[in-house]
């Protein structure tokens, strides 16, 4: 039987392929304070703005490419029964061949009924645009989960971590909760590996730290776990 390897990441991953973390930049997010463009009330106070935010995300998003840890982890199914949990709502786990990634805080590809928040569409292209509506009638936003709202996966991901023989956290500044919350989860006795070149205050049994960029730290921890037998 394999082991249960589970990968907590977050914007770190996807630093190196031109995607911006929140935390780094002085805390703007490509120039904006988060909670301008990532709340409801930004929503109902400013669509257009929220939305071309998005779309600008998006296109970005697109237009970037997986690094050599998004393809790393991919590599861990070979020997692992490996699950994802990302904080980021880019896809490139999944473009980088990792089968099996749930999304905590949405996926920027998808479209979301601002009625019912189940209602989704895949987005064709980089633009969301206002006027395009879900078959309830109501604007469609982004499939992202803003502050305030409920993470509706946080569940399942706690019982996923619940099960962890080996957990990995990366590229993650554990700012945010509940996502941050998800080591709580995960047995004593499992082993865990944080890679992150700022490591975050944090304690957890059997914890080891691999201070490095995430194209540095992950292949080679990735290659010392495929070479265990
Ligand atoms: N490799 C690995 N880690 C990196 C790299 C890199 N090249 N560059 C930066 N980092 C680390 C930073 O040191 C930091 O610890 O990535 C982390 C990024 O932290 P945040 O910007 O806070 O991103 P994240 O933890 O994913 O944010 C959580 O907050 O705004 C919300 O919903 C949003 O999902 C997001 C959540």
Not at 47 to 58: I, K
Not at 84 to 107: F, K, P
Not at 191 to 205: A, G, N, S
């Amino acid at each position: 039987m394999k082991k249960n390897l589970v990968i907590l990441t977050g914007a770190g991953i996807s630093a190196e392929s031109g995607l911006q973390t929140f935390r780094d930049a002085d805390g703007l997010w490509e120039g904006y304070n988060v909670y301008d463009v990532a709340t409801p009330e930004a929503w109902r106070r400013n669509p257009e703005m929220v939305q071309e935010f998005y779309n600008l995300r998006r296109k970005a998003v697109l237009e970037a490419e997986p690094n050599p840890a998004h393809y790393a982890l991919a590599k861990l199914e070979e020997k692992y029964a490996v699950t994802i949990i990302t904080q980021n709502i880019d896809n490139l786990h999944e473009r980088a061949g990792s089968s099996n990634v749930v999304h905590l805080h949405g996926i920027i590809t998808k479209a979301q009924s601002s009625k019912n928040p189940n209602l989704l569409y895949d987005i064709e292209g980089w633009e969301l645009k206002m006027g395009e509506k879900c078959a309830l009638n109501s604007q469609l936003r982004p499939h992202v989960v803003w502050f305030g709202e409920p993470v509706p996966m946080i569940e399942p991901a706690a019982k996923i971590c619940s099960r962890a023989d080996i957990f990995i956290i990366l590229g993650t500044s554990l700012n945010v909760y509940p996502a941050a919350g998800l080591s709580d989860f995960v047995p004593a006795d499992a082993e865990k590996i944080l890679i992150d070149p700022k490591v975050p205050d944090v304690y957890l049994p059997k914890l080891r730290t691999v201070a490095e960029k995430a194209s540095v730290g992950v292949p080679s921890v990735v290659e010392e776990l495929l070479k265990r037998s």
